[in-house]
């Protein structure tokens, strides 16, 4: 008989865990005693734990504290866990080794995976950062707060652009806020950060329930680091310059025409031209020219603090901020949003990491990140918080596969799965990690293969905070803590949305009866090169236009089947393929009548760069400043 079933006879007559503790064991010092031993601690703290959580731990009545205090644990079970949320960018699903990589080491990372519950079929509500993030935050498709686009531009490309989250959205940081949590973000936003000026911060996270913010309001790019080709709107940029040297030219072939009499010109004219090429010139170079001043610099709140960023340390810093705000907070509750610069291009890697993977640049940053993972973890082990924090680890969308520097690749592997960043409704840009522990609660090394959401995080910790969700608007995630302590089988997902933009692409059906997981791709982005696997001869796949196929029918797959969407199925090989396509075109109709108009907030007004609201630790356009002084030790 193991030492907790002994203890449990023992308690027979008070039935432990439901009555009277103080009588039942504080009064029974040869119990106290057994359960006191070094050997008994581990075992019975650990059960009783996961018995509180079968009896729906938020709302058991713990009659006495004194029985948490004899095993040295008072607040796991009977106050609001911390909560720690790690979010990686445009990481693959194929890129961890808990998923299946054996090239990358992700030893921190894949230890979440042992002690907790790993998700396999975990949806992005998107497959590019800014829209993703939006869900994730709100908890609902982004369509619904604005944060879809109907052009090309379908993420923020300015800190100086007035598109953002809009302040009527109600993220779970501001909900974990007024349940008394302490609320931080570490590390990207790309949610916006002006409306009308340059210090209004209406998007701003200090404006989205965050108590503090350290990091980079919008996201990395190669324009950051002055030894890359430049990646923010490169088609326009070399429209702009040829643009200007054509006006360039146009003006020296008109003064020589004049001077040599070959044209009749007035000069009046040629000065107009020359202040319209030069106005023409300053616009482009004071946006496109002066990137890694307008857009790669680090906020604390609402200052900046680096203009541009020194990226050789930014790692550092960030770890070094995470570390100190579950310092100050160590009594909690506290909320912890780690959302990772990495592994976003140009995966600057600090020299400690560089070449250390068998998968380049590339896999250099994973392990970087992995290492930072590692650090955090740690911590909490030292400050004795593991046992009272809610951690969860995923990615904003899949790996960016057009990412490449010649032959080398500098985006992230999806596995076996179809696409990547930005391609709408195939499998590789939208399924990422999932990844939650929290011991004793969650049972440990538990797989689920169930249709999960982003958007699941949202009503998931507001409800762990003892919070009440918003009755005023759809919230599309689902609270996920049945299934993660095994107490459902089932996800509450049955449909779920695939957009790229504001454009449907994609519908999945969780058939529940049967097990199978129904996909239908109403449009799909048309690859280039023909034949390959994702837009090559783009940065991106568009959403709309020539660049996209309408199928009519749709392609159907069933993922239970064919995870790889592979084998497109149709009425002669698929009995219930009518069946499948009408109760989908169902849904969607249901699903669009849940949607109300609203601001598009990537709209080409919102989204262009505007001098006047560029945050500036000077006074504009003299912005460049480095407030955090030299050291880029850690600890």
Not at 558 to 579: I, N, V
Request: charged share 20%; proline share 6%.
């Amino acid at each position: 008989m193991s030492a907790f079933s002994q203890i449990l006879k023992e308690t027979d007559t008070c039935q432990l865990l439901r009555y009277d503790y103080t009588s039942c064991v504080l009064n029974n010092p040869s119990l106290e005693a057994k359960i006191r031993k070094p050997e008994v601690k581990r075992e019975v703290r650990t059960k009783l734990l996961q018995r509180v959580s079968m009896e729906r731990y938020l709302l058991m009545p713990l009659t006495s504290c004194l029985f948490w205090n004899t095993f040295g644990f008072s607040a796991a079970v009977d106050s609001k866990p911390n909560i720690l949320l790690f979010l990686a960018d445009d990481l693959g699903i194929g890129d961890i080794g808990c998923y299946g990589n054996n090239s990358i080491r992700t030893p921190n990372i894949d230890r979440l995976a042992r002690e907790g519950v790993k998700l396999t079929q975990h949806i992005a509500a998107a497959s590019l950062c800014t829209p993703s993030r939006a869900a994730f935050l709100t908890g609902r498709y982004p369509i619904r707060s604005g944060m879809a686009s109907s052009n090309r531009y379908r993420a923020l490309q300015w800190n100086a652009g007035s598109g953002g989250l809009p302040a009527n959205e109600t993220t779970f940081a501001r909900l974990l806020q007024q349940q008394g949590y302490t609320t931080g973000l570490i590390g990207k936003w790309h949610q916006g950060v002006n409306c009308e000026s340059f210090n209004d911060h209406c998007h701003h996270p200090l404006n989205h329930g965050f108590d503090y913010f350290y990091g980079m309001p919008l996201t990395l790019r190669n324009n950051c680091q002055k030894n890359k080709p430049p990646d923010l709107d490169a088609a326009l940029q070399a429209k702009l310059w040829l643009y200007s040297q054509i006006i360039t030219l146009a003006v020296f072939t008109l003064t020589a025409g004049k001077l040599t009499g070959l044209i009749s010109i007035r000069w009046k004219t040629i000065a107009c031209v020359t202040l319209v090429g030069s106005l023409f010139f300053i616009s482009w170079y004071s946006s496109y020219g002066f990137v890694q001043y307008w857009n790669c610099i680090l906020m604390r709140n609402h200052d900046v603090t680096e203009q541009p960023m020194r990226l050789e340390r930014t790692a550092f810093l960030m770890l070094k901020e995470a570390i100190s705000f579950i310092k100050r907070n160590r009594q909690g509750p506290f909320l912890l949003f780690v959302s990772f610069l990495h592994v976003h291009t140009p995966l600057f890697t600090t020299a400690k990491f560089l070449g250390k993977s068998c998968h380049g640049l590339y896999g250099d940053n994973v392990e970087e990140m992995d290492w930072m993972v590692g650090k955090i973890l740690d911590l909490l082990d030292e400050e004795g918080l593991k046992n009272h924090t809610f951690t969860y680890f995923a990615s904003d969308h899949g790996g960016h596969l057009e990412a490449q520097n010649g032959s080398a690749q500098l985006g992230g592997w999806n596995g076996i799965y179809k696409g990547g960043k930005g391609m709408g409704g195939w499998e590789g840009g939208i399924r990422v990690p999932g990844i939650f522990r929290w011991p004793g609660v969650l049972p440990a090394g538990t797989v689920i293969d169930e249709p999960t959401s982003l958007m699941d995080i949202y009503p998931t910790v507001v409800h762990l905070a003892g919070g009440i969700l918003p009755h005023d608007r759809v919230i599309d995630g689902q609270n996920l803590l049945p299934l993660l302590q095994g107490r459902a089988q089932k996800s509450d997902h049955e449909f779920l949305f695939h957009y790229c933009g504001s454009y449907l692409h994609a519908v999945r059906w969780h058939q529940k009866d049967s097990g199978a997981i129904w996909k239908a791709h109403f449009v799909t982005p048309v690859f280039h090169p023909p034949g390959a696997g994702a837009c090559y001869g783009k940065k991106n796949c568009p959403c709309f236009g020539e660049g996209v196929t309408h199928h009519d029918p749709p392609l159907l797959f069933d993922l239970s089947r064919d995870p790889s969407e592979a084998k497109p199925l149709s009425a002669d090989t698929e009995p219930l393929f009518d069946t499948v396509i009408r109760k989908i075109g169902r849904a969607i109709e249901e699903h669009r009548r849940t949607l109300t108009p609203v601001p598009e907030q990537l709209s080409v007004y919102n989204v262009v760069w505007k001098p006047w609201l560029q945050p500036c630790c000077g006074t504009f356009p003299f912005c460049w400043c480095d407030k955090e002084g030299d050291s880029t030790r850690i600890l």
